[in-house]
Nanobody, 125 residues
Framework: QVQLVESGGGLVPAGESLRLSCVAS???????????MAWFRQAPRKEREFVAA????????TYADSVKGRFTISKFNTKRTLYLQMNNLKPEDTAVYYC???????????????WGQGTQVTVSS
């Protein structure tokens, strides 16, 4: 059973920073290095949207236009931990942020194989 557990959410004023973490555990069934990891978010009354992605091997990254230059996705392979550093936060970044994993990539455009339970980020104006 695969588990993705997020942490690090909270309430911050606009312009501040937060770092989210996601710890992956359990059996992925196939080599976890072949997975692409990502962050998605869902704001109230909106659909879930892609935020950023990274491959466990190689570290290639992809970002949504709305967060480029402000958010950075990274990983610590030996700890199976994914991070999302969020700087210069805006009220429109308010959402539940989800960690996700997909075998062999394409996570930005396809349904992930696994989801975390989410962590709330609230940015006040």
């Amino acid at each position: 059973q695969v588990q993705l557990v997020e942490s690090g959410g909270g309430l911050v004023p606009a312009g501040e920073s937060l770092r989210l973490s996601c710890v992956a555990s359990g059996s992925f069934g196939r080599t976890y290095n072949n997975y692409e990891m990502a962050w998605f978010r869902q704001a109230p009354r909106k659909e879930r949207e892609f935020v950023a992605a990274i491959r466990w091997i190689g570290g290639n990254t992809t970002y949504a236009d709305s967060v480029k230059g402000r958010f950075t996705i990274s990983k610590f392979n030996t700890k199976r931990t994914l991070y999302l550093q969020m700087n210069n936060l805006k009220p429109e970044d308010t959402a539940v942020y989800y960690c996700a994993a997909r075998y062999e990539g394409g996570i930005a455009d396809s349904v992930p194989d696994y989801w975390g339970q989410g962590t709330q980020v609230t940015v006040s104006s």
